[in-house]
């Protein structure tokens, strides 16, 4: 890949890496605000008294953000109690997409060192004379024949692919126990 490659998919990465993580972050803090307001309640007046807190918490949360209707509208609400229900697929998947965001904009960035490791050689080529009898190259010329190494490929990162999306699920699920929830 060469110079002019690795710039554009950096910054493709780190902008498609930050849009994914951002709107799985907010989808799935959404998704697990709408939890607590529906499913705390067991029905009983105990219940409800000891959830009131809870409950109002979410009510301002949503009507203090109101450029976020669209995920509060869209969001899945999951359900940890029946498993086979669509919308707790679909808040998994949004999880998920949380640390895909998070590991393609970790694999733009490392992209981006490796092309500003390059850029210094671009410029001292371009400031060297020019050899009898051979042509000067242009900048534009330079960035289309200087290689750049790929380095880490993005599905390589288990770390973020794999190690971290089940620790904080394991998290998440153990807070939810304690809430009372599962």
């Given amino acids: 890949m060469n110079y002019t490659q ?4 950096y910054r493709l990465a780190i902008a498609a890496g930050a849009l994914l993580f951002s709107g799985a ?3 799935t803090c959404i998704s697990t ?3 607590l307001y529906w499913r705390l309640d067991s029905y009983t007046t105990m219940a409800s008294v000891i959830n009131q807190p809870i409950k109002y918490f979410v009510y301002q949360v949503n009507a203090y953000t109101q450029p976020l209707n669209w995920f509060w509208d869209n969001s899945p609400l999951p359900s940890f109690i029946d498993l086979s229900y669509p919308s707790h697929w679909k808040f998994l998947v949004i999880y998920l997409l949380i640390f895909v965001g998070a590991a393609l904009y970790g694999w733009g960035r490392s992209l981006m060192r490796k092309v500003e490791e390059v850029e210094p050689l671009i410029q001292a080529r371009l400031n060297t004379p020019a050899e009898e009898g051979v042509a000067a190259m242009t900048l534009q010329q330079l960035e289309d024949t200087t290689p750049v190494e790929p ?3 993005f599905l390589s990162q288990t770390h973020w692919l ?5 620790f904080f699920a394991a998290l998440y699920l153990g807070l939810l126990w304690m809430l009372g929830i599962l």
């Fill in 6 to 9: 690795a710039q554009l998919r």
């Fill in 25 to 27: 972050l907010i989808s």
């Fill in 33 to 35: 605000l709408k939890m």
């Fill in 151 to 153: 380095g880490v490929s």
């Fill in 162 to 166: 794999c190690v971290r999306p089940l």
